[in-house]
């Protein structure tokens, strides 16, 4: 099967913890340290198989073959990669049961940093993680005075929507996060205000 790396935890030795997120589910498995496997780091996709064991609770991890991005070389866009797709092991550890829309997501996400900007590909993909989750605040109420946002508007945590005079944070035009929200684009952002926003994204999902 296939899965995207979301966590590795070093154990004793050489030996690994990987957590692995693949259409429906959620593995944690061990990798026992060897000289022939293939390196494997967060964010890769990976072919695999899992081997389950009466004498542990850990299946193992084994027939691992890597799954190349077009970009794999590039250090910017795989570093950005990285950075978020980390964010998913304390999102969906404790979930039971994985839809298939984060598989899908990044799947369609690593098809579309071929060609655009990775921290504008991966914002997008973000709001639409928000979206299918039911917390894009879409009705644009402040989070802390409860008052409909009408002018200036600041994101905090988790994109969700504040009067700047209420969190005192950098604003943006209404129109722009509607576009960003209700279109899924950052084409009227600066690099600047795609940093900004990229900054509270690592925050957590
Ligand atoms: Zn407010």
Known sequence: MQGYIININNVKDEDLI????????????????????????????IDFEIETNM????PRLKDVLQISYPWIMDSSKLYCW????????????DVEEIESFYFDLL??????????????AIIESYVKLCEHEGRLHTEYECLLCEEIILNDIS?????LPTHKKCSYSKSFKLSQIQELFEEKSLISFSDDEVEYLWNILLQGL
Do not use: C, D, W
């Open 18 to 45: 990987v957590s692995i997120l693949t259409n429906n589910n959620f593995y944690t498995t061990y990798r026992f340290y060897g000289a022939r496997h293939s390196i494997i780091n967060i964010g890769y996709k």
């Open 55 to 58: 004498k542990s609770s850990i």
């Open 82 to 93: 990285q950075r978020f797709l980390k964010l998913f092991y304390p999102h969906l550890k």
């Open 107 to 120: 799947n369609e996400l690593a098809h579309k940093m071929i060609k655009q900007n990775p921290k504008r």
């Open 155 to 159: 994101l905090v945590r988790s994109f």
